[in-house]
């Protein structure tokens, strides 16, 4: 596909549309993308800190993956779109930033150089792919790839056979990768560790602390900045803290999150959370939801720090950028409530919250 054309926006909103106020799509009067996809957006990833300007990418169930440029003064400018035969299910950088990588339900990885702007394929499986990943380590680099084909399998881009593949006990539901570890979630509620040192091999499988199936998983560093946990996100409006070598059982914790009351006080209204993300620098992390609203919470102080009002569609995803004062957040429907909730006359949106810095800085301890 050539460069697409988009018109840009910059920081504020748009007035009223045919009688729609901007605040009922956007309450939180962030930055709108311009030119965001067509259909729900399903995964997001800013540019590693290597590129120096910033970039934003995002993959739709519309079958594309889409690059802006985000320009100091908010303004954000569609750069490029790529297309699988299926909806796009995630996406990462490689690390010097030159390179995107796209999974799909159509089961194969691609490779997206931005310089020439050509994408080839890197991977198959026999399934959707769910999760790519992309691996720096000391002696080698590679994608990893976790598939609803219950294997995970780790490319070498130049060669079209993986490298190694790795049997899941079930399907990749989530994945999340920080050097020297990866930890993926599986259907049936399994979670397994992996190290990643020399060669990827299973480190330990962790009993899910969650009762419900689970959709996001996040890797958090401790204070030394090397990987010690991560958090996991289930359909039950409920996310799990959890420690690969707990000091403390007690460091292992669960806590409600994107549930409102409903009609009546002894009702709750309970929310998927579709999204999990750690603050590069901070350690706090905020968590979107099928209830349309973000959270940002202080993990250490077992604190809220701030909930979103909500947006008339749910937040199907979530990311920072690599100096964490940039959070972006996608609105689109996310069939939680089935089809009949369906509205295609709504608009996919793609926020972007510019104090993230502040409004994630941790609670001071006392």
Known sequence: MSLYSGTTSGFGTTGSVFGQTAADHNPMKDIEVASPPDDSVSCMAFSPMAMGSTFLIAGSWANDVRCWEIQNTGQTVPKAQQTHTGPVLDVCWHDDGTKVFTASSDKTAKMWDLNSNQAIQIAQHDAPIKSIHWIKAPNYSCAVTGSWDKTLKFWDTRTPNPMMTLQ????????????PMAVVGTA??????????????????????????????????????????????????????????????????????????????????????????????????????SDGRFSFWDKDARTKLKTSEALEQPITCCTFNAQGNIFAYASSYDWSKGHEYFNPQKKNYIFLRGNANEELKPRSRK
Do not use: W
């Open 188 to 289: 049936g509620r399994g979670i397994i560790v992996y190290q990643l040192e020399n060669q990827p091999s299973e480190y330990k499988r962790i009993e899910s602390p969650l009762k419900y199936q689970h959709r996001c998983v996040a890797i958090f560093k401790d204070k030394k900045q090397a990987p010690t946990g991560f958090a996991l996100g289930s359909i039950e409006g409920r996310v799990a803290i959890q420690f690969v070598q707990a000091a403390n059982p007690k460091d292992n914790f669960t806590f409600k999150c994107h549930r409102s009351n409903g009609s009546t006080n002894s009702i709750q209204d309970i929310f998927a959370v579709n999204g999990i993300a750690f603050h590069p620098e901070h350690g706090t992390l905020a968590t979107c939801g």
């Open 168 to 179: 899941l006990p079930e399907r990749c539901y989530c994945m999340d990768v920080m050097y």
